[in-house]
């Protein structure tokens, strides 16, 4: 009996440790994702404390739910990101382990999403009827809808008995993702109509790991990483100086060709100069591997015997 009550609550820490967003699958605290962890809540634990005034009454602005819904949105989109990076940035780097925090990541995005749209029906006075029709009327709304009904439908496969049902085709409506990235950030495009640059920077990392998945990508076995990692941002560069001009040159009537001047100069801080930067900075990893291949001492040869 005594045996037993001591290892109980051995049990119940193990069962904590297999729910535990801070420990792997066989139980064992991880670094990597602890870090994740930590990079999931932060946002959302710093939101919290501006609603509740911990930071101040102004540190949202006049209109503290407005903006923490556009920061919500904001965070959502980055998350996706951050979430069809990882592959990439597996692959970059040969470090498998990326792949335990792809899931907890996507799972952030959704979060994030969800609160997005409770912030706006919060901010219509919890007014469904007036949502709905806000939602059917306003395109911008509706598309912003239809990315967070993907959301739902992802996260709500995103456990291991789901992933085990479906089969194959998890994976095949697990693509969807990148559906619901193109959805969310023109839902951010439009709501913004005018100042796009933050749109554009996000759209430009969505094309550079979009390009990462063509045939100049990080495909195992390929020559010359770091060539093809800046040949990939330099496309995606050119991706977003493209799609701001069209936007502004279509949509906004704003002098297109002067906004398309100042990212084609390095030398400024326009989108397709931030996201070349951005999406050039993991050549770095292959170009740092090379350099100490090149550096190392090739081995002496044995001496001839029977001289």
């Known amino acids: 009996m005594a045996q037993s009550r001591a290892a109980r609550p051995e049990g119940w820490r193990g069962a904590a440790r ?29 939101l ?10 102004m540190a949202l602005g006049a209109e503290p739910i407005h903006q923490a819904e556009h920061l919500t949105g904001l965070w959502a989109l980055r998350f996706l990101l951050l979430s069809l990076a990882l592959t990439p940035l597996r692959r970059i780097t040969g470090w498998g382990r990326l792949a335990q925090v792809r899931r907890m990541i996507g799972l952030t995005a ?10 706006y029906v919060v901010e219509q006075q919890l007014q469904l009827l007036r949502v709905a029709s806000e939602i059917v009327q306003r395109l911008y709304l509706a598309i912003g809808f239809a990315a967070l009904l993907g959301f739902c439908a992802l996260a709500a496969t995103s456990f291991d008995r789901a992933i085990r049902a479906m089969g194959a085709n998890w994976r095949r409506l697990h693509r969807v993702a990148y559906l619901i990235a193109v959805l969310g950030l023109a839902h951010f495009a439009l709501q913004e109509k005018l100042d796009v640059a933050e749109p554009a920077f996000l759209f430009g990392l969505f ?16 020559p010359w990483p770091e060539l093809r990692i800046l040949a990939v941002a330099a496309l995606a560069a050119a991706a977003t100086a493209g799609a701001e001009y069209l936007w502004h040159d279509t949509l906004t009537g704003l002098p297109a060709e002067r906004i398309l001047a100042a990212n084609l100069d390095l030398a400024s801080a326009r989108p397709a100069v931030l996201v070349l930067a951005v999406a050039a900075l993991p050549a770095l990893i292959p170009l740092g591997r090379r350099v100490r291949s090149l550096a190392r001492p ?3 040869p044995l001496p001839a015997e029977g001289r």
Request: charged share 10%; net charge positive.
């Open 18 to 46: 297999g729910w535990s967003p801070w420990h792997d699958r066989g139980g064992r605290l991880s670094a990597l994702r602890g870090a994740a962890f930590a990079l999931a809540i932060l946002p959302g634990l710093w």
């Open 48 to 57: 919290a404390a501006a609603l509740a005034g911990a930071w101040g009454p």
């Open 110 to 119: 959704f979060a994030y999403a969800a609160a997005h749209f409770g912030l």
């Open 207 to 222: 094309a550079a790991l979009m390009l990462h998945r063509t045939a100049i990508g990080l495909a195992p076995g390929r």
């Open 298 to 300: 090739s081995p002496r």
